[in-house]
């Protein structure tokens, strides 16, 4: 079964540089979720978005910026990059049903480093 | 909002033991409950579910989990661990609430596993 897919797996940048990340969903997915996993910490949500509009905003930093396009792949764009933003960032995506939880499905992951 | 605590960071155990781990959340209400597992350097993987309905779920990889109301506990129990079962698992929670299906994680349990 086709899975969620995040591109790069892995990205190096400087600091002070800029990085995105992109997500695609499972086919028929409409909802994208990004969570920030920080070196020995547990992942924690920044942001959603469901049919193309943000659905949710948790702990994302104002330097980072997200959309969610027609074909409802996701780009997490990140400008002016401090070292503490190194982490493992997860997409997950999910189909939305009324009445139910909609359960997530995660990506691989993105390691970014900044160095 | 809900949280979640996972109150061992690190459980050794050898190889054939029973393994448990233990979960408890905060929440207003009966969340969705969790248990996810990941391998040095990979991904989310879900292991098991609770939704509703029966309290002890089976998940993959021969894990159950069991809900109990009483404590807001959701631990994770393996029979028989294999060497293959060291990794860092994580218990997570969403909300019972409409347009809220972000999900919160515990700070994660890492097990290694002995021969």
């Known amino acids: 079964a086709a899975g969620v897919i995040q591109s790069p797996r892995h990205l190096i940048k400087e600091k002070r540089e800029t990085a995105t990340l992109k997500c695609y969903p499972i086919?028929?997915?409409?909802?994208v979720y990004w969570y920030q996993q920080g070196p020995g910490q547990d992942p924690q949500f920044l942001i959603s978005?469901?049919?193309?509009?943000?659905?949710d905003k948790g702990s994302i930093p104002d330097r980072f910026s997200a959309q969610q396009f027609s074909d409802y792949h996701s780009e997490l764009n990140m400008s002016s990059l401090e070292l503490g933003d190194s982490a493992l960032y997860f997409c997950?995506?999910?189909?939305?049903?009324?009445?139910?939880?909609?359960?997530?499905?995660f990506g691989p992951g993105t390691r970014l480093t900044v160095l | 909002a809900q949280s979640v605590t996972q109150p061992d960071i690190h459980i050794t155990v050898s190889e054939g033991a029973s393994l448990e781990l233990r979960c408890n959340y905060s929440y207003g209400a009966t969340p969705y409950l969790f248990w996810y597992v990941q391998s040095p350097g990979q991904g989310l993987q879900l292991l098991l579910k609770y939704f509703s309905g029966d309290t002890l779920v089976q998940g993959i990889k021969g894990f159950e989990a069991e809900f109990k109301r009483s404590q807001s506990s959701f631990n994770l129990r393996k029979p028989s661990v294999h060497w293959s079962d060291a990794a860092e698992y994580f218990c997570?929670?969403?909300?019972?609430?409409?347009?809220?299906?972000?999900?919160?994680f515990g700070a994660g349990t890492t097990v290694t596993v002995r021969a």
């Open positions: 086919p028929r997915h409409d909802t």
């Open positions: 978005f469901y049919e193309k509009m943000q659905s």
């Open positions: 997950a995506s999910s189909r939305f049903t009324s009445g139910t939880y909609n359960e997530q499905f």
């Open positions: 997570a929670v969403g909300a019972r609430r409409s347009n809220d299906y972000k999900l919160s």
